[in-house]
């Protein structure tokens, strides 16, 4: 049994349920899945109507929803396309305090591809698979981490898209990673991305990029992606 993880908020429940859906309907048959997702509120006739949804599937093993809340959510960097929910991720390793791992999905992924493949992957020394960006190949590219020199991070470190995750939970715990991200965001003005690329510095296992396909850089995968 494998656990996904997504953060969602009103605006997204609809793109959240097609994401979850696609991720339990490509699963090996004999799998099955627990999804948990990080809301700060969605109603219980609008929960058990998703679970409805996603038990046609037969690869539901349970839907959990977790209601919380950010703390001085108004000092986080939003933009049109950055709400705060996206933030709520960095809360999965407490929220989930029992578990060692989790697959974080970004809730406008449709999933092609059976999640076992990678949920397996090999973190004893990583805290977090991930795809390389396609555009921000490396944390010094293109102004990925503008203030890269002056934090001393590693500039030819890869700096990975944010939008797929495994995470090494029992590691984010142990080195407070989501709390020192949260800090970092705050204090430099920076999303959330950005935030975990600086503080992980390279700590990452690279998965192949097929796994986080992004429409609006795809273009730069020819001549840009490079694994590290």
């Not at 605006?11 to 799998?31: Q, T």
């Not at 950010?70 to 933030?87: A, C, D, F, G, P």
């Not at 029992?98 to 449709?110: G, V």
């Not at 715990?173 to 003005?189: D, F």
């Amino acid at each position: 049994m494998i656990t996904i993880v997504f953060t969602c908020d009103r605006k997204f429940l609809f793109p959240m349920a097609i994401s979850a859906y696609s991720a339990l309907d490509n699963l090996s048959d004999d799998a099955k899945a627990e999804i948990y997702v990080i809301s700060t509120g969605i109603s219980l006739r609008i929960q058990k109507k998703i679970e409805i949804i996603l038990k046609r599937t037969g690869k539901l093993k349970s839907l959990n929803w977790i209601i919380t809340s950010l703390q001085n959510k108004e000092k986080l960097y939003v933009t049109r396309e950055i709400n705060s929910t996206t933030y709520l991720r960095l809360l999965i390793p407490n929220l989930l305090s029992h578990k060692a791992r989790a697959i974080y999905l970004d809730s406008d992924i449709i999933v092609r591809g059976d999640l076992l493949t990678i949920w397996d992957s090999d973190l004893d020394i990583y805290s977090t698979a991930g795809v390389q960006d396609y555009y921000f190949t490396k944390i010094k590219s293109n102004m990925a981490i503008p203030n890269y020199k002056h934090l001393s991070l590693n500039g030819e470190a890869p700096f990975c898209n944010a939008g797929v995750l495994l995470m090494n939970l029992d590691f984010w715990r142990s080195k407070r990673l989501g709390e020192k991200i949260m800090q970092y965001v705050k204090t430099y003005n920076q999303n959330d991305q950005q935030g975990i690329n600086a503080i992980l510095n390279g700590n990452w296992s690279l998965l192949n990029p097929s796994w986080n396909v992004t429409l609006s850089s795809i273009n730069s995968l020819t001549n840009n992606y490079k694994q590290v």
